[in-house]
T-cell receptor
Framework: NAGVTQTPKFRVLKTGQSMTLLCAQDMNHEYMYWYRQDPGMGLRLIHYSVGEGTTAKGEVPDGYNVSRLKKQNFLLGLESAAPSQTSVYFC???????????????FGPGTRLTVL | GQQLNQSPQSMFIQEGEDVSMNCTSSSIFNTWLWYKQDPGEGPVLLIALYKAGELTSNGRLTAQFGITRKDSFLNISASIPSDVGIYFCAGIRGSRLTFGEGTQLTVNP
């Protein structure tokens, strides 16, 4: 099993450009998440999905959109990138959120995005 | 929103010393997790705690789920250089995972 994979690993954008980050998991997990990590602020939840075809807003959703067309994939889109979106983006997945071992979230290696 | 206060923010220790870090919150969590993150990598799960009062060990690591469900601690015994990294606590409530701000651990040989 590859676990959680993310593409690309690095990207540099100009302000106003758009891009899509791809997350894939091969663990048949129901739940998937997108986080951003900034220095001194830990990880903050952007959007999440509780199953194929569903998405929900997290703590910092503005400026991002997501889609979960297939159970194994969770896409994060930036329609018009801004310098404030320079960050490291992590995808994660879990089987459940009902309490117990299935709640554990497994993380991808991250995508480092710079917006100039 | 829910917040986790993690302390200390950083630690500089000598190889062989024991380490202790903790997280507290004003909110109750159903699950506590401890992750370690190496530079350029995603967080990797170290220990998961599912019941209030639970004490769990993983090698040299020991973590406890506070009896009030509002706190957790992580101890590392006999630290080694490869323990260097950022340690995050995380609490789960419903569908949300809330992270602490991390403890940067430096181990001097």
């Amino acid at each position: 099993n590859a676990g959680v994979t993310q593409t690309p690993k690095f990207r540099v954008l100009k302000t106003g450009q758009s891009m899509t980050l791809l997350c894939a998991q091969d663990m048949n997990h129901e739940y998937m998440y997108w986080y951003r990590q900034d220095p001194g602020m830990g990880l903050r939840l952007i959007h999440y999905s509780v199953g194929e075809g569903t998405t929900a807003k997290g703590e910092v959703p503005d400026g991002y959109n997501v889609s979960r067309l297939k159970k194994q994939n969770f896409l994060l889109g930036l329609e018009s990138a801004a310098p404030s979106q320079t960050s490291v983006y992590f995808c994660a997945s879990s089987q459940t959120t009902s309490g117990g071992p299935g709640d554990t979230q497994y993380f991808g290696p991250g995508t480092r995005l710079t917006v100039l | 929103g829910q917040q986790l206060n993690q302390s200390p923010q950083s630690m500089f220790i000598q190889e062989g010393e024991d380490v202790s870090m903790n997280c507290t919150s004003s909110s109750i969590f159903n699950t506590w997790l401890w992750y370690k993150q190496d530079p350029g990598e995603g967080p990797v799960l170290l220990i998961a705690l599912y019941k209030a009062g639970e004490l769990t060990s993983n090698g040299r690591l020991t973590a406890q789920f506070g009896i009030t469900r509002k706190d957790s601690f992580l101890n590392i015994s006999a630290s080694i250089p490869s323990d260097v990294g950022i340690y995050f606590c995380a609490g789960i409530r419903g569908s949300r995972l809330t992270f602490g701000e991390g403890t940067q651990l430096t181990v001097n040989p």
